[in-house]
């Protein structure tokens, strides 16, 4: 028997069910631990754990706790890989920063207002309706925390409708990562946007002619931070020839090396060679501009572009006045500028400056549904999960990633209903409080 209601709920609700359905009891039951696929909720993530481990003795691949995910995630990990996604810049203060920012803000959830069970989480994003406001960050060289790296990850969050961004440092090309992530699944191409026109254009191609719909732009990271626990190592894995496969793919690459890297009689010279000329060319050292966005529209053509990495109102501001579609509020996780504001603390004043004018996407520290809830509640129209994701996929891969999504979806939907909203646009500041 499939069993999606939640246990604890459906004592809850049964209640409120019987007076407005008037339902028989048998039916009553049915419908909360069985029912339509299409009617389960995100929050019966919960109930499904329970059933799981009370039946079958079988409990979750990983922690719902982000805490024991991350440490579980590490002991499966090289110590390499682990500490190039755990790490950030310098000190690592911007990434301590980033959830100092959270706890600054605290839910004041309101009592007796009509919530049911099915919480309406829908949000229109760049023409597309979607079940929830959550993307996937884009994230680079995601094998080296499984072999299945960024084809587990897309089909994942294709799986369950929600936009998936293919990073330039992806360690799985743009068609690969299309056909895991399923024909009609939304899915982004961030930039890191090369220095070579002629690149930008092939890349912008092959990212259209594989379904990618939206471009986003990083501008924060055209050269590398300053990032302590891979230079005590020496660890950079572009080098090493991994999360350079958009490069290696590539035909107008080719053509500029004199050869194709992927080549059956490509020689390991050859391939090292490329690996480094598409990490060079992509961050060289030189700070993309506003000016030359005009020229970014023109090669990607229709379609939305969104800045990722933005942090203050004034350049908030400007993206709206190159006729951007949409930023990212990032600071990369803390790996860029160590010292710098938490990413959250950033968030009331470009909405105050740009709600309404541009979509405003977030990310940096996001750790549990309840954090979802509250840079929602400050405005933020998504939001993206990094870190998160790639500790589920240390765990056998595609499960481990369906299991934190899950959970983070599951939480957020019953934080959204226990504090007394039903629908998205009902969260906003009114909720929160600010605490020092
Ligand atoms: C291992 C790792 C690789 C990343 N690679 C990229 C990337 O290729 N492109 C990019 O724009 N951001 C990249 N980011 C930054 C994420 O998109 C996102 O901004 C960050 O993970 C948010 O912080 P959080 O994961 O701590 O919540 C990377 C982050 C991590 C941890």
Same mark, same amino acid.
């Given at each position: 028997m499939k069993f999606h209601g939640a246990l604890a709920r459906c004592v809850a609700f049964s209640t409120l069910q019987q007076l407005t359905l008037a339902q028989s009891a048998q039916e009553l039951i049915d419908s909360v631990l069985n029912p339509d696929?299409?009617?389960?909720?995100?929050?019966?993530?919960?109930?499904?754990?329970?059933?799981?481990?009370?039946?079958?003795?079988?409990?979750?691949?990983?922690?719902?706790?982000?805490?024991?995910?991350?440490?579980?995630?590490?002991?499966?990990?090289?110590?390499?890989?682990?500490?190039y996604a755990a790490g950030g810049a310098g000190l690592g203060k911007t990434v301590a920063a980033n959830r100092k920012?959270?706890?600054?803000?605290q839910i004041v959830p309101r009592m007796m207002r009509d919530v049911l069970? @099915?919480?309406? &989480?829908?949000? *229109?994003?760049?023409?597309?309706?979607?079940? /929830?406001?959550?993307?996937?960050?884009?994230?680079g060289v995601q094998t080296l925390f499984h072999p299945t790296g960024e084809r587990a990850t897309a089909k994942v969050f294709g799986e369950l409708g929600l936009p998936y961004t293919l990073s330039t440092a992806t360690s799985t090309g743009f068609a690969d990562v299309a056909e895991a992530n399923g024909d009609g699944s939304p899915r982004w191409y961030?930039?890191?946007?090369?220095?070579?026109?002629?690149?930008?254009r092939s890349y912008l191609r092959s990212a259209k002619e594989n379904g990618y719909e939206v471009l986003v732009v990083?501008?924060?990271?055209?050269?590398?931070?300053?990032?302590?626990?891979?230079l005590d190592r020496g660890f950079f894995p572009f080098i090493?020839?991994?999360?350079?496969?958009?490069?290696?793919?590539?035909?107008?690459? @080719?053509?500029? &090396?004199?050869? *194709?890297?992927?080549?059956?009689?490509?020689? /390991?010279?050859?391939?090292?060679?490329?690996?480094?000329?598409h990490v060079i060319t992509t961050s060289r050292g030189i700070s993309p501009v506003w000016r030359n966005l005009t020229k970014l529209r023109e090669f990607w053509g229709d379609?939305?572009?969104?800045?990722?990495?933005?942090?203050?109102?004034?350049?908030?501001?400007?993206?709206?006045?190159?006729?951007i579609d949409g930023i990212i509020l990032s600071n990369h996780g803390g790996r860029q500028v160590d010292g710098a504001i938490g990413s959250l603390e950033a968030l009331p004043s470009i909405v105050e400056a740009v709600k309404g004018k541009i979509t405003i996407g977030f990310d940096g520290g996001i750790r549990s549904g309840a954090d979802i809830y509250k840079a929602i509640a400050l405005g933020a129209d998504f939001v993206q999960l990094g870190r998160p994701v790639l500790w589920g &996929?240390?765990?056998?891969?595609?499960?481990?990633?369906?299991?934190?999504?899950?959970?983070?979806?599951?939480?957020?939907d019953l934080t959204v209903g226990l504090s007394g909203c039903e629908t998205l646009d009902q969260v906003n500041s009114t909720f929160l409080q600010r605490v020092e």
């Amino acid at each position: 028997m499939k069993f999606h209601g939640a246990l604890a709920r459906c004592v809850a609700f049964s209640t409120l069910q019987q007076l407005t359905l008037a339902q028989s009891a048998q039916e009553l039951i049915d419908s909360v631990l069985n029912p339509d696929p299409d009617s389960a909720t995100y929050s019966s993530y919960s109930s499904e754990i329970y059933y799981n481990a009370t039946l079958y003795n079988q409990t979750p691949i990983a922690s719902t706790n982000y805490d024991r995910l991350e440490a579980s995630a590490k002991l499966r990990l090289p110590a390499a890989a682990y500490d190039y996604a755990a790490g950030g810049a310098g000190l690592g203060k911007t990434v301590a920063a980033n959830r100092k920012a959270f706890d600054q803000w605290q839910i004041v959830p309101r009592m007796m207002r009509d919530v049911l069970p @099915h919480r309406n &989480l829908s949000t *229109n994003l760049f023409g597309r309706t979607l079940p /929830a406001p959550v993307v996937m960050a884009p994230v680079g060289v995601q094998t080296l925390f499984h072999p299945t790296g960024e084809r587990a990850t897309a089909k994942v969050f294709g799986e369950l409708g929600l936009p998936y961004t293919l990073s330039t440092a992806t360690s799985t090309g743009f068609a690969d990562v299309a056909e895991a992530n399923g024909d009609g699944s939304p899915r982004w191409y961030q930039l890191y946007w090369p220095s070579d026109d002629d690149l930008t254009r092939s890349y912008l191609r092959s990212a259209k002619e594989n379904g990618y719909e939206v471009l986003v732009v990083t501008v924060d990271t055209w050269d590398l931070g300053w990032r302590t626990r891979d230079l005590d190592r020496g660890f950079f894995p572009f080098i090493r020839g991994i999360g350079v496969q958009i490069g290696l793919e590539d035909s107008c690459a @080719h053509e500029k &090396l004199g050869f *194709n890297p992927l080549a059956p009689n490509a020689t /390991a010279e050859q391939k090292q060679t490329a690996a480094l000329y598409h990490v060079i060319t992509t961050s060289r050292g030189i700070s993309p501009v506003w000016r030359n966005l005009t020229k970014l529209r023109e090669f990607w053509g229709d379609g939305p572009i969104v800045l990722k990495g933005i942090q203050t109102a004034e350049d908030a501001q400007m993206a709206v006045e190159y006729g951007i579609d949409g930023i990212i509020l990032s600071n990369h996780g803390g790996r860029q500028v160590d010292g710098a504001i938490g990413s959250l603390e950033a968030l009331p004043s470009i909405v105050e400056a740009v709600k309404g004018k541009i979509t405003i996407g977030f990310d940096g520290g996001i750790r549990s549904g309840a954090d979802i809830y509250k840079a929602i509640a400050l405005g933020a129209d998504f939001v993206q999960l990094g870190r998160p994701v790639l500790w589920g &996929l240390a765990h056998e891969g595609e499960k481990g990633v369906r299991h934190v999504l899950k959970s983070l979806l599951a939480e957020f939907d019953l934080t959204v209903g226990l504090s007394g909203c039903e629908t998205l646009d009902q969260v906003n500041s009114t909720f929160l409080q600010r605490v020092e």
